[in-house]
């Protein structure tokens, strides 16, 4: 079963314009851990933000901001007043504390910023 | 701190011919991946090491290779690629989390891209 679900494959914004991208996760898990990844045209995978399973408090980074939900298992970023350098794939990804040693990825959303 | 580097950044193979993709990292981790990324499908864990000596297979391990014989190091090895195997390959590092935890964040090497014709 696909334990990271990111349904938007892609998204188109128009600069300064806010964009929400969703991520739903599954796990058995009590203890777990989410990340979201950005992956630019030039290909490298960047680490945005890592939130454990026992902090609901959302994160605010400059214009990044996290809202996570244990009661819908989501996760989801929010790029307010949205950047051409903004675009990039985003990927979530799902770690279970002990009962494994993989990180399961969502299949990305590809934000495409419009000047 | 040179991070996780791959080697090499390109490559183009026939099919069933061999190769190996390198990966070392400098910041001694003790778990190590390869990912590869096919498009809409994400990143999918190909095998893993939890440190020398000791690996294990992902989602998808069929056709590939690994040995970790060092803490640095983890070369992924295609023993007779295959046109499925074009892909972008990642290798990546984490280090142990607090009292074992798998909580520590990826950090990932620039990619592989594998064309086997």
């Known amino acids: 079963a696909q334990k990271v679900t990111q349904a938007q494959t892609e998204i188109s914004v128009v600069e300064k314009e806010d964009v929400t991208l969703d991520c739903v996760y599954e796990?058995?898990?009590?203890?777990?851990?989410l990340f979201w990844y950005k992956q630019p045209p030039s290909g490298e995978l960047v680490f945005l933000i890592r939130r454990n399973s026992f902090d609901e408090q959302n994160e605010i980074s400059g214009r990044y901001s996290w809202n996570f939900q244990k009661s819908t298992s989501s996760f989801n970023f929010t790029i307010t007043a949205s950047q051409v350098v903004d675009s990039a794939v985003y990927f979530c990804a799902l770690s279970e504390a002990w009962t494994g040693n993989q990180f399961y990825f969502g299949t990305g959303t590809s934000l495409t910023v419009i000047p | 701190n040179a991070g996780v580097t791959q080697t090499p950044k390109f490559q183009v193979l026939k099919t069933g011919q061999s190769m190996t993709l390198q990966c070392a990292q400098d910041m001694n981790h003790e778990y190590m991946s390869w990912y590869r990324q096919d498009p809409g499908m994400g990143l999918r864990l190909i095998h893993y090491s939890v440190g020398a000596g000791i690996t294990d297979q992902g989602e998808v391990p069929n056709g590939y290779n690994v040995s970790r014989s060092t803490t640095e190091d983890f070369p992924l090895r295609l023993l007779s690629a295959a046109p499925s195997q074009t892909s972008v390959y990642f290798c990546a590092s984490r280090a142990r989390g607090d009292r074992g935890r798998a909580n520590e964040k990826l950090f990932f090497g620039s990619g592989t891209q594998l064309s086997v014709l």
């Open positions: 796990t058995r898990d009590t203890t777990y851990y």
